[in-house]
């Protein structure tokens, strides 16, 4: 995959392989017709467009054509904030890749703007190319916000399986197919189980430097939900999210006041 993305598309600060053809799904085994899942995440998309056009201007449909880069650029800001050209056959590989900017992804794994990017981030990846920008802070952050909302839905003690499950669930609250149920209902599981090691890998780092979690011999246990560790575990929840929150508890209480009444 890195050979065929540098030969073949305009360089991004990051790009990154997802889905099925890159990890084993259960009940989903790929097939010649499963299309390889990419993200690109350039600081100027219509520039990325414009290069893209020169070379892969087959790869945009008939409208994107007529409307050109500057088009698709405009297109392309519009939420999500992801363009996607589909059915693409690259050196004998059938892609489906997606453009996004590199402002609207360190928004998305900041805030969960959207969660639509940030949210396929929550699941090991391949990545083929990142800058140093895309190598530390804001990846982590967005794993670190990904586990402690997890956190919020879980008992004392959780396995591995939990974890990973809940976490999986979150990320898929910014795609489409599952807000309209076209998703598989049991696609989580069909991640999370046969890829258990790669999200052990890929969350390590965050649980280990965690106050609120600790490895056990069973599983994983968290500290108690007291006030003081809600509010804390508040603060690591990105602003969104914990918008979300106050907003669903106002409106809560605002229900019981009027059950009362």
Known sequence: ???LVKSNFPKSRLCFAYGSKVLHQLENLPTAA??????????????????????NKHHYSLPMRMIGPGGVAILQDIRPHCFFNPFVEVDGVLLKYGVISENHLLRDLQSWDTLYVAG?????VLVLYQDHKFRGSYITRNLRSALHTGLMFLPETFSDIQLFTVICNISYCGDMRSIWQLENPNKVRNIVEPNIEHFRNLYASVINESPFIERTDYGYC???KTEKNLRAMEKLLPLNFYMFL???????LECLDLMRD
């Open 34 to 55: 499963t299309m390889t899942d990419l993200i690109f995440v350039t600081e100027d998309p219509a520039g990325w467009h414009v290069e893209n056009f020169k070379n």
């Open 1 to 3: 995959f890195k050979k």
């Open 246 to 252: 106050k907003m669903a508890h106002v409106q809560k």
């Open 222 to 224: 968290q500290a108690a």
């Open 120 to 124: 396929r981030l929550h699941k090991p």
